[in-house]
Structures are given as structure tokens and as C-alpha cells.
């Protein structure tokens, strides 16, 4: 039976490419400069403690700053692409209208951010119709692809630079329809049990540093188990919210 199970593994691994995501992490983890571990090491505590504190926050109020960083975001986002996209091709057509002392670039950005900014506000699950397809579509488009390569490797029309498109499409109009049914509620949980969760592996890192396996798992749940109260709090902050602009 064991063997089975570590046969049925050592395949799922194979397929998902989970040994070469692994092997990435890893090489981003090392990309981390030295200097960052001799700080956390130099002030432990503090850092779990400020590391506790984000955990908690992120897992009350996870919801509510998602939808601050929207903002931020969305602006930063239509601020570079008006500045190196469109502003070019505007300028063409504003060459003697706008004062030579009025950078055009700058404009179009500040133009494009108020606009992110209003359709953040006014137009919220279109935003989150985009952010579920820029999902979809890096994700179809990055990894999925190369799973159905690699084990439907027989098939030349998945060598294709054209199958990437197609599948990267697949997969950002199934995220967008998941994403307009299922994100708030999926982030609220998620955030909240997974964020408490951590932060009760942090609280035990801190309080009992040598604990084992059992005792680590105790942390855990009752990190999960105070993740309830935070999926209440933030169902009821959003049901405020609803009443006001969403």
C-alpha cells in the first residue's frame, strides 16, 4: 500500500512539475542578501512579534486592505501604461495645443490613474474581472501549459507558441467567472484562517521555540480556531461597506 502511495506521488509530482516549482522557489530563496537573516536572527523577537501583529491584521482586516491596495495598484498600473503607451501616441495629436512647459507624459499618467481610481470605486467587480483574468491568463500561460506538455508530450500542436495563447485564454475565462462568484469569499476565509494559522506557528516560535510536532499543531488550531472570529468580523465589515459603495 505505502508503495503505491509513494508510486501515485512521485507521479502527481511529475505532472504538476512540483520538483522544478520547488526548485525555483529555492533559487529565489537564496536570491535573499545575508544581510536580511543576520537582521531577523539579530532581533528575533521583535520581528515575530511584528510578523504576529501583520498576521493578525492581514486576517481581521484582510478584506478591507485588499480593497485599499486595488486602489493603489490599479493607479500604479494605468499610471505606467498611460505614461510608456499611451502618452506617445497622444502627444502626436497635442503637439502646439498643450503648453511646451507641460510634460505630456506626466499628464496622460495622472489622467489614467484618476481613471483606475474611478473604476476601482465605481466599477469594482470589473476590476476584479481583470485581476481574475491577468490570473488566469500568467497562469495558463506559465505553468499550466507546460504540465499539458509535458504529459501529453506526443501532441506537436502543444510545442506551439499558439497552444501557450490558447490555454493562458482557457484559463483567464474560467478565473474571471470563479473570481466573480467566489473571490470576496474565498479571499475572507482564506485570509483569515490562513493568516491566524501562521500567526500561531509565529506565537509558537516565540513562546516555545524547541516544541514538537503535537504542540506546533495546537498553535496552529488555535490560531485556526480564533480565524473564526475573523471571518465574522470581516463578513460584517463588507456587509458596511455593501451599503455604502459596493
Not at 166 to 183: E, K, N, T
Not at 215 to 238: H, N, P, T, W
Request: aromatic share 16%; glycine share 8%.
Amino acid at each position: 500500500m505505502g508503495d503505491n502511495v509513494t508510486a501515485i506521488w512521485e507521479k502527481v509530482k511529475d505532472v504538476l512539475l512540483i520538483d522544478k516549482v520547488i526548485a525555483r522557489l529555492t533559487e529565489y530563496w537564496g536570491m535573499i542578501p545575508e544581510g536580511v537573516f543576520d537582521f531577523y536572527y539579530e532581533h528575533r523577537v521583535h520581528c515575530l512579534i511584528v510578523a504576529i501583529c501583520l498576521m493578525a491584521l492581514i486576517a481581521f482586516e484582510g478584506y478591507k486592505l485588499f480593497k485599499m491596495a486595488m486602489y493603489i495598484i490599479s493607479a500604479g498600473a494605468f499610471a505606467i501604461g498611460g505614461y510608456y503607451f499611451i502618452a506617445p501616441i497622444v502627444a502626436q495629436y497635442t503637439a502646439g495645443v498643450i503648453p511646451e512647459f507641460v510634460k505630456v507624459e506626466a499628464l496622460v499618467a495622472i489622467i489614467c490613474a484618476l481613471i483606475a481610481v474611478f473604476l476601482t470605486r465605481c466599477a469594482y467587480t470589473f476590476m476584479i474581472m481583470i485581476l481574475g483574468g491577468v490570473c488566469g491568463y500568467a497562469f495558463g500561460y506559465i505553468y499550466l501549459w507546460r504540465v499539458i506538455r509535458d504529459f501529453f508530450n506526443t501532441l506537436q500542436f502543444l510545442r506551439d507558441p499558439i497552444a501557450r495563447y490558447i490555454i493562458g485564454g482557457v484559463c483567464a475565462a474560467v478565473c474571471v467567472l470563479l473570481f466573480i462568484l467566489l473571490f470576496k469569499h474565498v479571499f475572507i476565509v482564506g485570509s483569515s484562517f490562513g493568516a491566524m494559522a501562521f500567526a500561531g506557528l509565529l506565537l509558537q516560535k516565540l513562546v516555545v521555540p524547541t516544541a514538537d510536532d503535537m504542540l506546533k499543531m495546537s498553535f496552529i488550531l488555535f490560531g485556526i480556531a480564533v480565524g473564526i472570529f475573523a471571518v465574522v468580523r470581516q463578513y460584517k465589515e463588507e456587509e458596511k461597506a455593501m451599503e455604502i459603495v459596493f
